[in-house]
């Protein structure tokens, strides 16, 4: 069974950092789509930034770029979220999902919102305040 465990929320202050973990397992996919998501209660679950296991392209929201980083340790299946400049909007619960990568672009990936994963981990909170 393919798992996803996710590990590394918390509270912070607004300007504060966090890494977030998601360990993952089981998955025999040749071609990959894997990323990060987050939702806030009464809201659509978002993609934050996404990594292709084709040329490791990654996409980023427009509203996280320059201070997220997705990236994946291939060793370990450990992917990873760095946040840095933690602002108060980006309080959510973080999530993060692996799919069958078919060769969209990542922007096209997210566009679709969840619809390409197929496997989620069961969340992690982070309140920034």
């Known amino acids: 069974d393919v798992q996803l465990v996710e590990s590394g929320g918390g509270s912070v202050q607004a300007g504060g950092s966090l890494r977030l973990s998601c360990a993952i397992s089981?998955?025999?996919?040749?071609?990959?789509?894997m990323g990060w998501f987050r939702q806030v209660p009464g809201k659509k679950r978002e993609a934050v930034g996404l990594?292709?296991?084709?040329?490791?392209?990654?996409w980023y929201a427009d509203s996280v770029k320059g201070r997220f980083s997705i990236s994946q340790d291939n060793a370990n299946d450990i992917l990873d979220l760095q946040m840095i400049s933690l602002e108060p909007e980006d309080t959510a619960m973080y999530y993060c999902?692996?799919?069958?990568?078919?060769?969209?672009?990542?922007?096209?990936?997210?566009?679709?919102?969840?619809?390409?994963?197929?496997?989620w981990g069961q969340g992690t909170q982070v309140t920034v305040s």
């Open positions: 089981g998955y025999t996919y040749s071609s990959y789509c």
């Open positions: 999902a692996l799919g069958e990568f078919f060769g969209a672009s990542l922007a096209t990936v997210a566009a679709r919102g969840t619809r390409d994963f197929d496997h």
């Open positions: 990594i292709s296991s084709k040329r490791r392209s990654t």
